[in-house]
């Protein structure tokens, strides 16, 4: 459901959503229990654990591309000069 939220751009699940489902879940499920780098906050979803469920989202080669456009900034010589989100995204878009 967290999974589902994020790829939907909706942001968070609320505790109201998370009880509709209460049942559901196993009798011994303790939601304190969930490893923090799977969730932080209660509701959000972490990188590695959208990774966890979805290991070939398109999400992980657009950080890819991400990366390799902000090394190639760098690789320029301007380490010292702060790179934009216009940059990124106009290197991202062609």
């Not at 790829?7 to 049942?23: A, D, M, P, T």
């Not at 932080?40 to 290991?55: H, K, M």
């Not at 934009?84 to 106009?90: D, F, H, R, V």
Request: hydrophobic share 40%; glycine share 6%; net charge negative.
């Amino acid at each position: 459901m967290v999974y589902q939220q994020f790829i939907n751009h909706l942001g968070g699940v609320s505790k109201y959503e998370l009880s509709q489902f209460w049942n559901e879940f196993p009798s011994k499920f303790d939601p304190n229990e969930i490893d923090p780098s799977l969730l932080y906050g209660e509701d959000n979803i972490t990188l590695f654990g959208i990774w966890q469920i979805d290991p070939w989202s398109d999400l992980f080669s657009r950080i890819d591309d991400l990366i390799i456009v902000i090394k190639n900034i760098l690789s320029s010589g301007n380490i010292n000069t702060p790179i934009t989100e216009a940059q990124l995204l106009g290197s991202l878009k062609q």
